[in-house]
């Protein structure tokens, strides 16, 4: 079973990189984020060819912002749409939604990014974590939490973590909400398959981030032991973030029980260029 996550930035003006992606890499289970789209306007959007394809979807979307989405091949039962019991600002946000495929229960998440240390959206995203924690503990034993977690596991998960220094993603406060999760037995697959190599998932649009490969890993597939052990392959498959029209986020892939393409990885092409001198580089909105 093919599992990939993948923060589209706007699935409308995503449609000419999606479906040909959907046909070329053929996951089983797709988790969306960033979808932006009210859940009629995504169906009359992507309706017919998601279900072309064999997809059941399962959608929490809203004007504009936000928005998450499960695609499924392998059964789409006891869905819940938003996180219970999260906390708004000030209203309930589209970034949940869950069901159980192929025996496991997989969350698709846009964690709030926090936007600065301290603010009061900061404070609403860890109480937003605080929930998440809480939902899975209660929740079934194989679980697969999927997203745009917007936290950067490790300084390794940065191309420079003196550029990230004063921003979110990387406080402490918020590496600890990774780790509450952690502690329920939930398993970093993609850097547990690849401990020691430079892995991102995200490179802003502005400043030839890309190119230069200046990115960070906030993309995560979060598996429970026995969903864990059943990984032949994880990776990122960059290729879709290149050429005309890009997310500015990279699909996260897991395979698990067989892997189609081989253990590939970590990044699906690597990049070419040689990784950035510390200090060489600045975060656009610092220049």
Known sequence: MRIA????????QRVPRLLPWLDQRKPDVVCLQETKLADDAFTALLGDELAGRGYEVALNGELQWNGVAILSKVGLDDVVVGLP???????????AVSATCGGI?????????GRTPDSDHYKYKLAWLATLRDVVEKGPTDVLVCGDINIA??????????AYIGQTHVTAPERQALADLHALGLRDVVRERWPNERVFTYWDYRAGMFHKDLGMRIDLQLASGAVADRVKAAWVD????????PSDHAPVMVDLDDAPDGDIGPMVPPPSGKPAKKGSAKLPQGQ
Do not use: C
């Open 85 to 95: 019991g999260a906390p708004g600002f000030p209203h309930p946000e589209a970034r």
């Open 238 to 245: 960059r290729l879709a973030r290149k050429g005309t029209g």
């Open 5 to 12: 996550t993948w923060n589209v930035n706007s699935v409308k």
């Open 153 to 162: 596991p490790a300084d390794a998960d940065l191309f420079d973590p003196e």
């Open 105 to 113: 229960r997989v969350h698709s998440l846009y964690v709030p990014n």
